[in-house]
């Protein structure tokens, strides 16, 4: 089924915005694979071929909550609590290693490498300044789950940042391993069907833009949630359910409902 049959969730619209949840792998706009991208189709979704406005962006593999503007001054008006650093911003990560601190800051400059222009680097001397708070959500053993706050909007800032604390993406051809996750390296005594190749719990990058807190009239905050997708949210259930110590591997036992209801974490 392609992205068009599908369509895009929608989870707000009014006026002067709509809030998706963008699938990973589709990006925000036209790129060399001449394949779809955001504006496009959702624009034909909504009947707004012309019509819609970037606000903010995700990478093309990164899954997650994204406001698009409807009209010009609502463009403006909400890149600007983007520029000012006031939308808050709150990403699920699976990630590889050994968490040693529960919570943590990550205040590393990065700067676009010199030698391999897909990829960003920690620069001390030159980098621009980027700064990423980070706490454990769930230690599974080998990988873990992280709620990840950027303060700062650098490209590839959450993978960068993340990888240099030895914390990488579980998932992360650019930076980092690019092995599928599967259940048999979960699951103890798994059997994989006759004739039947093993289908991977998750094949993507491990990130999702799952929160979005936004300034609105009154000094009041609109949130906007996106629910994980199947894979990924397929991957945290069996991480879970196959971890020696079941629901206890989460810091705060209330998380999984909350996951799995799309609420705040």
């Given at each position: 089924?392609?992205?068009?049959?599908?369509?895009?969730?929608?989870?707000?619209?009014?006026?002067?915005?709509?809030?998706?949840?963008?699938?990973?792998?589709?990006?925000?706009?036209?790129?060399?694979?001449?394949?779809?991208?955001?504006?496009?189709?959702?624009?034909?979704?909504?009947?707004?071929?012309?019509?819609?406005?970037?606000?903010?962006?995700?990478?093309?593999?990164?899954?997650?909550?994204?406001?698009?503007?409807?009209?010009?001054?609502?463009?403006?008006?909400?890149?600007?609590?983007?520029?000012?650093?006031?939308?808050?911003?709150?990403?699920?990560?699976?990630?590889?290693?050994?968490?040693?601190?529960?919570?943590?800051?990550?205040?590393?400059?990065?700067?676009?490498?010199?030698?391999?222009?897909?990829?960003?680097?920690?620069?001390?001397?030159?980098?621009?300044?980027?700064?990423?708070?980070?706490?454990?959500?769930a230690d599974f053993g080998g990988i873990a789950l992280l709620a990840v706050t950027p303060k700062t909007g650098r490209t590839h800032q959450i993978r960068v940042h993340l990888a240099s604390i030895g914390l990488p993406l579980a998932i992360d051809p650019l930076y980092a391993a690019d092995r599928p996750i599967f259940l048999s390296q979960i699951k103890v005594g798994y059997r994989t069907k006759k004739?039947?190749?093993?289908?991977?719990?998750?094949?993507?990058?491990?990130?999702?833009?799952?929160?979005?807190?936004?300034?609105?009239?009154?000094?009041?905050?609109?949130?906007?949630?996106?629910?994980?997708?199947?894979?990924?949210?397929?991957?945290?259930?069996?991480?879970?359910?196959?971890?020696?110590?079941?629901?206890?591997?989460?810091?705060?036992?209330?998380?999984?409902?909350?996951?799995?209801?799309?609420?705040?974490?």
């Amino acid at each position: 089924m392609t992205m068009r049959q599908r369509g895009i969730t929608i989870i707000f619209e009014d006026d002067e915005i709509v809030v998706i949840n963008k699938p990973a792998g589709i990006s925000v706009t036209g790129d060399r694979s001449g394949q779809d991208h955001i504006l496009h189709v959702l624009g034909e979704q909504l009947g707004m071929a012309q019509g819609l406005r970037l606000v903010h962006r995700l990478d093309k593999f990164t899954s997650g909550a994204m406001i698009l503007a409807k009209t010009r001054d609502a463009q403006s008006k909400y890149s600007e609590l983007f520029a000012k650093r006031l939308v808050g911003k709150t990403y699920l990560a699976l990630v590889a290693g050994r968490v040693s601190t529960c919570s943590g800051t990550i205040t590393a400059p990065l700067a676009q490498d010199r030698h391999d222009s897909r990829r960003v680097r920690i620069d001390p001397k030159r980098g621009k300044t980027a700064v990423t708070g980070y706490r454990l959500l769930a230690d599974f053993g080998g990988i873990a789950l992280l709620a990840v706050t950027p303060k700062t909007g650098r490209t590839h800032q959450i993978r960068v940042h993340l990888a240099s604390i030895g914390l990488p993406l579980a998932i992360d051809p650019l930076y980092a391993a690019d092995r599928p996750i599967f259940l048999s390296q979960i699951k103890v005594g798994y059997r994989t069907k006759k004739d039947k190749p093993e289908s991977p719990l998750i094949d993507r990058l491990t990130l999702h833009a799952y929160e979005l807190e936004v300034p609105c009239r009154q000094a009041q905050t609109r949130t906007f949630v996106a629910p994980l997708d199947k894979k990924f949210a397929a991957a945290v259930k069996m991480l879970t359910k196959y971890n020696p110590l079941g629901m206890k591997v989460f810091a705060d036992p209330s998380t999984p409902a909350a996951l799995l209801a799309g609420e705040p974490v």
